[in-house]
Nanobody, 128 residues
Framework: EVRLVESGGGSVQAGGSLRLSCTAS???????????MGWYRQAPGKECEVIST???????WYDDSVKGRFTISHGKDKNTVYLQMNTLKPDDTAVYYC???????????????????WGQGTQVTVSS
């Protein structure tokens, strides 16, 4: 079955850094250049927010809330993605979900985005 597994969450003070990892299995997400993986986050009382995407051809996108602070990248295989999070702020506190096939169709919605596949989430807590 299709499975996305995240890791790397934790607690950090404001200004610190964390690196999230995600590995997908059970489906060839790397079978075309325009398929993508990415990350979205959900915090209580806030709207779901897709924060970054990375296509198999290397094209990246970042939400303004994290632009300049977060960096998304592939591992050695395109079914593995990382999210380097620097200069973390308390407002970054949320459950972070790895995602694949972010676009028009999916079983879950996050803001204006449909999510094809998603992981179980990893908690990121940033203290002031």
């Amino acid at each position: 079955e299709v499975r996305l597994v995240e890791s790397g969450g934790g607690s950090v003070q404001a200004g610190g850094s964390l690196r999230l990892s995600c590995t997908a299995s059970g489906y060839p997400f790397d079978d075309s250049d325009d398929r993508d993986m990415g990350w979205y986050r959900q915090a209580p009382g806030k709207e779901c927010e897709v924060i970054s995407t990375l296509r198999n051809d290397g094209i990246t996108w970042y939400d303004d809330s994290v632009k300049g602070r977060f960096t998304i990248s592939h591992g050695k295989d395109k079914n593995t993605v990382y999210l380097q999070m620097n200069t973390l702020k308390p407002d970054d506190t949320a459950v972070y979900y790895c995602a694949a096939d972010i676009g028009r169709y999916g079983g879950r919605w996050c803001g204006d985005f449909a999510i094809g596949y998603w992981g179980q989430g990893t908690q990121v807590t940033v203290s002031s």
